[in-house]
């Protein structure tokens, strides 16, 4: 279920989304490109269009993200997983029940269950967890939700990478400690430095940077 794609974050359209699932992903705080997907995310956050998106929140501890889901359920760090396979399970079964979650957890993951269910290809899941079985679960989730790859996900494009894919040694002739920066962010950053020797150094030295 990586979809041949390696080390590399999905692309997630939250303006498409009609059911979103967080686990453990602060998508409006800390998690991956959060400034671009709170701008889209909002998008559908407007009752003057007649229908809202419906956000699920599985987290350890209080985020932005969190405090601003429709339904927030607190677990463990160690259940994060659970929930992703109990979610996986649901997709199919939407009333199933697993005795390694308590109740109160079941009840909201059979709850995110239905909503993802009835979204379709419109539904999208998250998990912040850098457990490679967890991020694949999500994706056989996100793959079985109506097709929501393609839709709502996808892995072509993608500015977000995980890993060291590129060391910046100088910037504007003085070393640079930040290593292993990714090459979306090479981008993004581009504009905010203001010394045009300084903006190329950045760029030269990123082997993943491309400018659009």
Same mark, same amino acid.
Not at 98 to 123: F, H, M, R, Y
Not at 126 to 139: K, P
Not at 193 to 205: E, F, G, K, T, V
């Given at each position: 279920?990586?979809f041949?794609?390696?080390a590399?974050?999905?692309t997630?359209k ?14 409006l705080g ?6 671009y997907?709170?701008e ?20 350890t501890n ?8 429709d339904?927030r359920?607190?677990v463990?760090p ?5 929930v ?6 649901g ?7 697993? $005795?390694?979650l308590?109740e109160s @957890?079941q009840?909201? !993951?059979?709850?995110?269950?239905k &909503? =993802?269910?009835?979204a ?7 998990a912040g ?13 996100n $793959?079985?939700?109506?097709?929501s @790859?393609?839709?709502t !996900?996808?892995?072509?494009?993608? &500015? =977000? ?12 002739g003085?070393?640079?400690?930040m290593r ?17 020797r ?15």
């Amino acid at each position: 279920m990586d979809f041949g794609v390696n080390a590399t974050f999905p692309t997630s359209k939250f303006e498409e989304a009609s059911a979103i699932v967080s686990i453990g992903a602060d998508f409006l705080g800390t998690f991956g490109d959060s400034v671009y997907y709170a701008e889209n995310w909002a998008k559908t956050r407007k009752p003057e269009n007649g229908s809202m998106s419906r956000m699920h929140a599985f987290e350890t501890n209080m985020s932005l993200t969190g405090s601003n889901a429709d339904y927030r359920t607190m677990v463990k760090p160690s259940e994060h997983g659970k929930v992703a396979t109990a979610l996986l399970s649901g997709n199919y079964r939407p009333r199933v029940r697993t $005795n390694s979650l308590p109740e109160s @957890v079941q009840a909201a !993951v059979i709850n995110a269950a239905k &909503d =993802l269910k009835k979204a379709g290809s419109k539904g999208l899941v998250l998990a912040g967890s850098n457990e490679l079985d967890v991020q694949r679960v999500v994706n056989a989730i996100n $793959n079985a939700s109506g097709c929501s @790859v393609g839709s709502t !996900v996808t892995y072509d494009g993608t &500015d =977000l990478f995980q890993g060291q894919h590129g060391c910046i040694p100088a910037v504007d002739g003085r070393t640079c400690k930040m290593r292993g920066v990714a090459h979306g962010h090479c981008r993004r950053l581009q504009p905010r430095l203001r010394c045009p020797r300084a903006q190329s150094s950045l760029l030269r030295h990123c082997p993943m940077s491309r400018l659009r």
